[in-house]
């Protein structure tokens, strides 16, 4: 999802591309169930009476273990009582772990933070969420993301409907940002443990096979710019799979992997290696290839059928930032569908085929919610979580409204 308030797409290196074929609709006959994102509990009762059949309970890794070795029982409790709330009213519960918003101790862990190619470390502290912390190629980070969900489902049960994962910026899978601190086409994978010059390398993930080589330096034939990009997503796509291995020691139910933005389409990691990774590229452009949004290799790389994918921005009709409406959804080309379109067609391909889930882009009126309707129905997702709960119920009515989600949802059925 793309949203300030989360908290809430060569010679010697051949990159296959899977054949996409344009479906227009993969209508489910099951129910589709509703919800929503940072649910209120004081809101449960009207939400349910409109049709809300899915609260999301979102934990903060950082207020649950405020001390290393240490948990705030106070705080278990009070996220008990809110679970509480949402299943006595009739609702179910999706669970969102917190592991974007750490404990501010996980960062005395050596090489804890991800290092763009200039050196920097992404250190953000004044926006909850987006200050991840390095599970992708830390292993110790990720022992310690592991004794966490452990204890979190011994304190909490495991009677949810879904379990959120991605546990990068708000809480989806993905690098940080394309530009930062002045600088405008940052990659997140120097740091020494990356890179080879520092042990702690996360079981499953290598180290950068071009050690020392930069995003936009030239070299024969592209080739260290395609194993650069392979890797730095291949890496990724590994950090998923380590999520499901560890959750499935604890918890049996559906996991929910979410997938932000407009994602990487066919023919696009080419066309960025042919330029080195300079920054020139479309998918470059719109910072698809530094946040590593390659949702078709993650799809394909999921070993497991109860996980359901889920996309962040139903109602996006174009990569962030830009406002120009890119979607064609009734043509022949990958690279010109909405987001869930194109996250259908990846999980309708996949052996067995995936459930699919959605999410809007946050601060919609009613226009955006009904373009996410129409596409919940063209597609075939089994639940839609509207951003945000407060948000349907703002005062000043900025926004779309609970009555418009209660008729929108009476529609549907």
Known sequence: MISALRGHGLAVVVIVTALFVCVPSYASATEILYGTLISDTKLAAEDYRAGVRLATVGL??????????????????????????????????????????????????????????YGDAFVITNKPGLNAVNGVFNQTVRDIQALYAARVFSDLGTNFYGVRIGWGHYSELHYAWKGYNGKKNCYWGFDDIAQGKAPGLAAGVKTCPVSGWLPGTPSGRHTNAAQFIEWYLDSLAQYQQFQITTLRKSYAGYLIALYANWGIRPGQIAEAVADDLDGSSFAERYE??????????????????????????????????????????????????SPIHFISSCAARHRPPLSIGGENDGNDDVAGMRLSFERVRAYGLSFFMWAFDFQLHDKDRRYATIEDYKRHIAEQR
């Open 60 to 117: 903060s890794w950082g207020r649950y273990m405020p001390q290393k070795g240490r948990v705030d029982e106070a705080y278990v409790n009070e996220v008990r009582s809110r679970i509480k709330v949402f299943t006595d009213i009739g609702m179910r519960v999706v669970l969102d772990l917190g592991m974007h918003v750490p404990p501010a101790w996980i960062f005395d862990i050596p090489h804890s933070r991800f290092v763009n190619q």
């Open 288 to 337: 698809q290839t530094h946040k590593g949004y390659d949702v078709a290799r993650f799809i394909a790389s999921i070993q497991d059928d109860k996980v359901i994918v889920c996309g962040t921005c139903v109602n996006a009709n174009s990569p962030w930032p830009a406002t120009n409406n890119m979607v064609d959804d009734a043509g022949d080309d990958p690279a010109a569908w």
